[in-house]
């Protein structure tokens, strides 16, 4: 054979393994089900991938949900920043309809509401049955939270869900650790 073929049935063999490895990662799937009063409460972040927004937070990093009026979700996401000071930073959330597991949430102004970019996706890719932690996701990977509604979380239970999470295709080399574990 000569030197080209070689070449070209390499890198023929290199495209077809990396087409299987890209098919090989799960789809980013949001819960089935969601029931948004259980939901509501405060939420202690165990986790996160990096993202601009959070880039002063150093710890006690909380979000907190309650029902507002029907189909309206008020968020309060909050955190102690380097100074000591806690950080706030209110917004809204709604649920995005045929998918109980998904809603978008803003942190843009009300009368910028009207706007699709403002809003985000916020996926609740798993959840415990009995709504003691949650990771929180979206289709592009770009964002992870897991989330208790403790401030630690049972080192056993974080791996499981950093397994899913890495299943779903998400880079988790980059993950912050907001609190710690036991």
């Known amino acids: 054979m000569s030197r080209r073929c070689l070449t070209r049935l390499s890198a023929i063999a290199l495209m077809a393994c990396a087409t299987l490895s890209a098919q090989a990662v799960e789809p980013v799937t949001s819960v089935p089900q969601l029931d948004i009063s259980r939901y509501a409460g405060q939420w202690h972040e165990i986790a996160h991938l990096p993202m601009f927004f959070q880039r002063q937070c150093v710890g006690d990093i909380t979000a907190s949900y309650s029902l507002d009026a ?35 949430v803003r942190f843009a102004p009300d009368w910028l509401s009207w706007v699709p970019m ?65």
């Open 70 to 104: 029907p189909g309206k979700i008020g968020v309060l996401n909050a955190c102690r920043t380097k100074d000591g000071s806690m950080d706030e930073s209110q917004g809204v959330a709604r649920p995005v309809e045929g998918h109980p597991g998904r809603l978008e």
């Open 118 to 182: 403002v809003w985000a996706d916020y996926w609740v890719i798993a959840l415990d049955p009995d709504y003691r932690w949650a990771m929180v996701g979206e289709p592009d990977r770009k964002y992870l939270w897991i989330l208790s509604r403790e401030p630690t979380m049972d080192r056993a239970q974080f791996d499981q869900l950093k397994a899913k999470a890495e299943a779903m295709g998400y880079d988790l080399k980059p993950l912050i650790m907001a609190a710690p574990l036991r």
